[in-house]
């Protein structure tokens, strides 16, 4: 009796076990075992039905922002344990795919993309790596450029050719020997106009020739063929004014030392002969430096020419030291076209007349060119120029020194 208890419980055991195998194998195998497996049949159905759409996404025209419903089929596997609700696995799968393109986590996710179907692969990561690439060649390219311009500045000092030996000096009376006859009304305010070539308008020397006003011409005394230049205003009847250069061998800077000084201007009346007075350029040291001021003042003494210098902002007593030398000087108060246009210049000439009218006479310059040129032929012809006395420098100066 025992024996038959002990089988018959031992066979209903092995019925149990072998249903509830069968029913882990084939969960949707109906029987009263796999009933009572799915306990809660309304949480099972939710992975069956997640699972249906597993088809459509595994096809290869999916979008990119699609991946993440692939996922899903992870829940398949939770009727392997029963005991876990497929309402906890949900969560789960889907929290590694929202972390998954973080592609910080290794420079080698974006480079292994052939042998990887994962979706959750980004395909910004080998851009990353690509621009790196770039920088390390950078450095020597650079490199390689800055020495460029180290070869060719030496070679401009050696191509710079040393002074020529400076002529003799001309002692004498330059000033007046070197004026042109003036015969004009002094008892009105007496106004000189100097036009200076700077080397750039040759086509209009012609037509200042042709010019009836004593109008002084000066020459910058480094340009190309100065001695010609200078020649032609002369040789037209017209003052000649001997323009130092702002800068070059024949400038006299801030650098220059006062033995340089006077083979300087021998260098210049060369260039510029028959110049009866010199002219020191705007923005020039001279104003403000006594030594240079005093050298060139012994230079022109021996010389006899004239010398002028700009007003310019400061304080200028170039002319009250060249007296008590003996040296006739004189400033100059305006730049006509300073300020270029027509309305510009005109309006100059005009104040000009002014400033000859408060002080007895007054020196205006202008440069050969062509809006300057045109505007003083149209201002000499109209009222204005009436109320003064167009003279050449030479007469300014020599009547100062009465």
């Known amino acids: 009796m025992i024996r038959f208890l002990v089988g018959f419980i031992f066979g209903g055991v092995l019925s149990g076990v072998a249903l ?25 159905a939710a992975p069956t039905s997640a699972a249906a759409p597993a088809p459509e996404i595994a096809e290869p025209v999916a979008p990119a922002s699609q991946p993440e419903a692939s996922a899903p089929q992870a829940p398949v596997t939770v009727d392997a344990a029963p005991s876990a609700p497929a309402t906890e696995t949900a969560p789960v799968a889907e929290g590694p795919r929202l972390t998954a393109p973080d592609v910080s986590e290794s420079a080698g996710a974006g480079l292994g993309g052939g ?11 080998p851009q990353q790596v690509a621009m790196a690439a770039p920088t390390v060649g950078a450095p020597a390219v650079d490199t390689e450029s800055v020495s460029v311009p180290d070869v060719g500045g030496p070679e401009l000092d050696v191509e710079e050719e040393p002074l020529e030996p400076a002529p003799d000096l001309v002692e004498g009376d330059a000033l007046a020997d070197n004026a042109i006859a003036f015969g004009g009304d002094t008892s009105r305010p007496m106004m000189s106009i100097i036009l200076i070539d700077e080397g750039g308008s040759s086509e209009l020397r012609a037509g200042l020739t042709a010019l009836t006003a004593p109008i002084t011409f000066g020459v910058t005394a480094d340009i190309e063929g100065a001695s010609d230049v200078a020649g032609q205003y002369g040789g037209a009847g017209f003052e000649l004014v001997a323009v130092l250069p702002e800068e070059g061998k024949l400038a006299l800077t801030v650098d220059s030392e006062t033995e340089e000084v006077t083979p300087t201007i021998a260098r210049v009346l060369a260039n510029v002969p028959n110049a009866a007075t010199i002219l020191d350029p705007i923005d020039s040291p001279l104003p403000q430096n006594r030594r240079l001021a005093g050298a060139l003042l012994e230079t022109l003494k021996r010389t006899g020419h004239g010398l002028l210098t700009h007003r310019g902002n400061g304080l200028n007593n170039v002319p009250i030291i060249a007296d008590q030398e003996g040296v006739p000087s004189e400033l100059i108060y305006r730049v006509i076209d300073e300020v270029p246009g027509s309305a510009n210049i005109a309006l100059a000439l005009e104040r000009a007349v002014l400033d000859a009218s408060r002080g007895g006479s007054v020196i205006v310059v202008g440069r050969v060119r062509q809006e300057t040129v045109t505007t003083l032929f149209s201002w000499l012809l109209g009222s204005g120029a009436r109320e003064v006395t167009i003279a050449p420098v030479s007469a300014i100066l020599q009547r100062r020194a009465l």
């Not at 069968?22 to 497996?37: Q, R, S």
């Not at 042998?115 to 990561?125: C, E, I, Q, T």
Request: zero cysteines; charged letters at 15%; hydrophobic letters at 40%.
């Open 20 to 44: 509830t195998v069968a029913a882990i194998l084939n969960p949707l195998a109906e029987g009263p075992v796999a009933g009572m497996l799915r306990s809660e049949p309304a949480t099972v």
């Open 115 to 125: 042998g990887d179907n994962s979706p959750n692969r980004s395909p910004s990561a």
